[in-house]
């Protein structure tokens, strides 16, 4: 089946971006809609960003809107979130997921889920 990694979390200054990335293993991930979703101690996971299969169509949360940016690259079996204007309440641990399926990925209907990546935003 297929296997999730996140990477490129880290350090990151408020207004400063960064770049995560999603790699996938075991098989293609072609298929899936794609999704980030983001959490912090004590609260749910929350939903940050999705595209569909071939990356026509992109949903963002109202929180991130216009900061970040979700994209794929099919050939390189990546899944991308490119974050911009970093604010602290961004901080969370950031998780890549799969659904087949239609339609937006949501909590409920995840299929693959990664083991996340911590994105700290100092102020």
């Known amino acids: 089946q297929v296997q999730l990694v996140e990477s490129g979390g880290g350090l990151v200054q408020a207004g400063g971006s960064l770049r995560l990335s999603c790699a996938a293993s075991?098989?293609?991930?072609?298929?899936?809609?794609m999704g980030w979703f983001r959490q912090t101690p004590g609260k749910d996971r929350d939903f940050v960003a999705t595209i569909s299969r071939s990356g026509g169509s992109t949903y963002y949360a109202d929180s991130v809107k216009g900061r970040f940016t979700i994209s794929r690259d099919n050939a390189k079996n990546t899944v991308y979130l490119q974050m911009n204007s970093l604010k602290s309440e961004d901080t969370a641990v950031y998780y890549c997921?799969?659904?087949?399926?239609?339609?937006?990925?949501?909590?409920?209907?995840?299929?693959?889920w990664g083991k996340g990546t911590l994105v700290t935003v100092s102020s």
């Open positions: 075991g098989g293609t991930l072609t298929w899936l809609n």
């Open positions: 997921a799969g659904a087949g399926g239609i339609g937006v990925v949501t909590t409920g209907r995840v299929e693959y």
